[in-house]
């Protein structure tokens, strides 16, 4: 677990630093090249204006020279030297001449012949600037070859030059600012990733540690509430959630396990008493049979509670065999009511059946007979002498409902709520004197729930109960049988 945890993290960690890291040397170099091309767009475009302004002022002053010089004069600027302390130095000239179409030099700072010969040639065919970049003395310029006309209309060309240091210069600079830049961001992004994965997983690891450290026997334990409301937040309130569930179904489980061993205890110390009892002399054979008779009884209530127990870990297991067929349940109410009616009669107890005829449904016939017999079953042992239990089948648009009433004991108020609970009993010793497992209502509500169905309760102490069982108007999910299967 804890490998999984740290290899997420630092694969995230990892994920960071690729896609921001790439980011960064990525921008470097564009901002390294948008930089160089503005340098040199802004210093070809200075070219430009420099040999316009000067082509401008030596025709001028061409116009104003009485004589024509026959010779090369120093007419221009001076330049400047690149070793300047001035920083706009470095935006001025370093070279100027003005030749003719035949390469004789006009005017000059010093050098006798075009320094970019071509360029020139080239601006005389277009008539437009032309650009070289051309070794000068230990230095490197960048060369304007400017075409303009003088007073009589002779076409010239201004050859202006800068030096290639002020572009080195700044992009040296630029250069040394963008890798402080870089490291300064690297150093960033190392350290943030690194914080903010640890804060993003240091909760994650605290809630694996205090998970491993609850176990079954913990169960009551509850993690530290996260105070936030992102998802760790959420995720404790789930897991705690989720523990108090699992601390309720093992509360339930281990209380279960304690009174089905109780069950089967109590019917098991009798048998062992009675055949203790038994043996310790010779008996006749009434008095064998006698508690061979009893010893049955016990036997007969431990297979029943056996088959109760069975059924109901089916239900809880989701395997319990429902069939649904097509049946009337008018009909299966019947038959209940003609099984019942000998333990009916042993009360003198009328069983009345109110129900329309004909009423088609879709179920389990064993599952439904046995649910009916059940709720008949304690409708009779809890009603008086000479009493009454009446079985309604009602039908609407909802669904149906099977009501069993009785006008017997009743059931106390704060014993209703758990009436459907394994083993509950309101009158235990009065239960067990009947062979009452205790589970026989709660098997009535996992039937109802498997035809997706409801039972409700009123009870009136000394007055007597009625349990309802609603269906909703059949939906069947399972396949249907036309045909009811064998029992
Ligand atoms: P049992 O096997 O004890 O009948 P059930 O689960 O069927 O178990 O019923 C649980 C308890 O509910 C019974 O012990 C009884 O106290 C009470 N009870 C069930 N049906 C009735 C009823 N019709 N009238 C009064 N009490 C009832």
Redesign the pocket.
């Known amino acids: 677990m804890k490998r999984v945890m740290l290899s997420l993290r630092a694969r995230l960690l990892v994920l960071q630093l690729i896609v921001f890291g790439s980011l960064i040397l990525l921008a470097s170099p564009v901002t390294y090249i948008t930089m160089s091309q503005t340098l040199r767009r802004d210093r070809d475009q200075y070219l430009a204006s420099m040999a316009r302004t000067v082509s401008a002022e030596f025709v001028r002053e061409m116009e104003s020279a009485s004589t024509p010089r026959s010779s090369p004069l120093p007419c221009l600027p001076n330049p400047v030297l690149p070793d300047s302390p001035d920083p706009d130095a470095m935006h001025r000239p370093r070279h100027m001449l003005v030749c003719d179409e035949l390469g004789q030099v006009l005017c000059s700072d010093g050098e006798n012949a075009p320094l970019a010969p071509d360029a020139v040639r080239l601006a005389f065919q277009t008539q437009s600037p032309a650009y070289a970049d051309v070794h000068w003395s230990a230095e490197f310029l960048r060369i304007i070859a400017w075409p303009f006309q003088d007073a009589d209309g002779r076409t010239l060309i201004m050859e202006v030059g800068t030096s290639y240091l002020v572009i080195k210069g700044a992009l040296r600079k630029g250069l040394l600012i963008m890798g402080l830049i870089s490291a300064v961001a690297f150093l960033c992004l190392i350290t943030g990733s690194y914080f903010l994965t640890r804060n993003a997983f240091d909760p994650i690891k605290r809630i694996i540690g205090a998970v491993e450290g609850i176990d079954e026997a913990k169960l009551e334990a509850r993690l530290p509430i996260e105070p936030r409301e992102d998802e760790v937040g959420r995720l404790v309130a789930v897991i705690n959630r989720m523990l108090e569930r699992l601390e309720r179904a093992f509360e339930a489980q281990s209380r279960f396990s304690s009174d089905v061993a109780h069950e089967i205890r109590s019917p098991l110390t009798a048998l062992r008493g009675q055949i203790e009892v038994t043996l310790r002399k010779e008996r006749s054979s009434t008095e064998y049979r006698k508690v061979l008779e009893g010893n049955l009884g016990e036997v007969l209530r431990l297979s029943r509670l056996a088959e109760d127990l069975m059924s109901l870990a089916k239900g809880d297991a989701g395997v319990l065999h429902v069939r649904p067929v097509a049946i009337d349940l008018h009909e299966m109410l019947h038959g209940v009511l003609v099984r019942l009616k000998p333990t009916a009669e042993e009360k003198d107890i009328q069983l009345r059946l109110l129900a329309p005829e004909e009423v088609p449904f879709v179920g389990d016939p064993d599952l439904l007979g046995r649910l009916v017999e ?2 008949v ?3 009779l ?3 008086p002498h000479m009493g009454e239990v009446v079985v309604r089948l009602e039908r609407d648009s909802a669904g149906i409902t099977i009501s ?1 009433e ?1 006008k ?4 106390p108020p704060e ?1 209703l709520p758990r ?2 609970d ?7 010793a ?3 004197d ?11 509500q996992q039937i109802a729930t498997v035809h997706n169905g409801s039972i409700d ?1 009123t ?1 009136v102490p000394g007055q ?2 009625t ?1 309802r069982v609603r269906f909703p108007a059949n939906k069947p999910s399972a396949p249907i049988d036309r045909h009811p299967a064998p029992g």
Do not use: E, K, M, Q
Request: proline share 0%; glycine share 16%; no cysteine.
């Open positions: 059940n709720l079953d304690n409708a042992i809890h009603s069993v009785d017997g004991t009743g059931i014993d009436i459907f394994r083993f509950y009993r309101v009158d235990l009065r239960s067990r009947v062979g009452g497992t205790g589970l026989g209502l709660a098997i009535v309760v009870s007597g109960s349990f």
